[in-house]
């Protein structure tokens, strides 16, 4: 069955999250386990990172096309392990997220260098969800990232 164009960026969007890997040059390696929409994981199932499209909103053109805006929040999940010490805790936690959030941000440019079927891809906001409680353990650190993909479509047709 051939895919709608949404489903194609999605693909794309998909393929190059996986490649978010130490090896290629990233900070960490959340691309080994993509989760599509909001699938459920447990921390021994961490890293991983969460494609979640949203409601797309349409707007009609004058050429006979619909400019499609849609949104999309990736969220990744890493698995830390808490140290006694809370200044070793912030600067490591810190930097993670921060490593993260860079990771996330470099995803989009890269979308835009193989995505042709985007019009524009948007960095809206990002950062930490989720900050652990203090203390020691395992825990999860959420960091999330909100984005807008403009795409066309002819008009009604979400296959051209």
């Known amino acids: ?72 929040t990736l969220r990744a999940g890493l698995r830390y392990v808490l140290d006694s ?18 990771d996330l941000r470099t995803v989009l440019d890269v979308l835009a260098g193989v995505c042709d079927l985007a019009d524009d891809i948007l960095y809206k906001s990002g950062g930490v969800e989720d900050w652990p409680e203090w203390g020691q353990g395992e825990a999860a650190l959420t960091v999330t990232l909100s984005a807008e993909i403009r795409y066309r479509t002819s008009r009604n047709n979400p296959y051209a």
Do not use: F
């Open 85 to 102: 010490d809370p200044t070793i805790q912030e600067t490591a936690l810190s930097a993670m997220a921060e490593g993260v959030l860079a």
């Open 1 to 72: 069955m051939t895919q709608s164009i949404r489903h194609k960026i999605l693909d794309d969007l998909r393929a190059v999250c996986s490649q978010i890997r130490t090896a290629e040059g990233y900070s960490s390696d959340i691309g080994a386990n993509i989760v599509l929409a909001d699938g459920k994981r447990t921390l021994d199932q961490l890293p991983a990172l969460w494609i979640s499209p949203g409601t797309e909103a349409a707007e009609r053109t004058a050429y006979g096309e619909d400019s499609i805006t849609l949104p999309v």
